[in-house]
């Protein structure tokens, strides 16, 4: 038989839990059956007693109005957040598409003076794959013609698309080159 004595209020202790309860915890007294060899003879079991802390109440903390409040703020400015940086992305997207068609047109109208620095101004380099001979082969009997420039040795520039005229860094971007 296990005998219990309610605690004194001195003994009760209370902890607040991670997950936000607090629990109230005493120091009980009980009583246990010895468990010694001759406890058969005995007419009378010898009890020890022992000391644990035991959970009384597990309740849920209390919230006062104010910290309500503050739950509420806090997932109102979060939502508003997640708003703001949604519409920030989408203007800064759609901002820089704007800005490099602009740039585009504006380069177009103002020309540039400065030759390009790929061709020199020509307008055309060497092919990179017969270097510039037009043909293509190991030995001398077994020459091929270029597929890649047709056999004439050079290709338009890719710098500036065969202007001679090297082109403002933003004038070469389109919009097109983002939609990707």
Request: contains cysteine; positive net charge; aromatic residues 6%.
């Amino acid at each position: 038989m296990n005998a219990q004595r309610t605690p004194s209020p001195r003994m009760r202790r209370r902890l607040a839990t991670p997950s936000g309860f607090v629990a109230e915890v005493c120091l009980g007294h009980f009583h246990a059956p010895s468990t010694s060899r001759f406890a058969a003879l005995d007419s009378a079991p010898i009890r020890r007693p022992l000391h644990r802390w035991r959970v009384v109440r597990l309740r849920p903390a209390r919230i006062t109005g104010g910290q309500r409040y503050a739950v509420r703020m806090e997932m109102d400015s979060t939502a508003v957040i997640a708003v703001a940086a949604a519409v920030g992305g989408l203007a800064a997207g759609i901002g820089l598409i704007v800005f490099t068609e602009r740039q585009g047109l504006r380069g177009k109208e103002r020309g540039s003076s400065r030759k390009c620095v790929d061709c020199r101004g020509a307008g055309r380099v060497a092919c990179g794959f017969c270097r510039g001979s037009g043909l293509i082969g190991f030995d001398e009997d077994n020459m091929q013609t270029c597929t890649y420039c047709d056999g004439k040795g050079t290709i338009v520039c890719k710098n500036c698309e065969g202007s001679g005229a090297q082109p403002q860094y933003l004038d070469r971007l389109s919009p097109e080159d983002f939609m990707d």
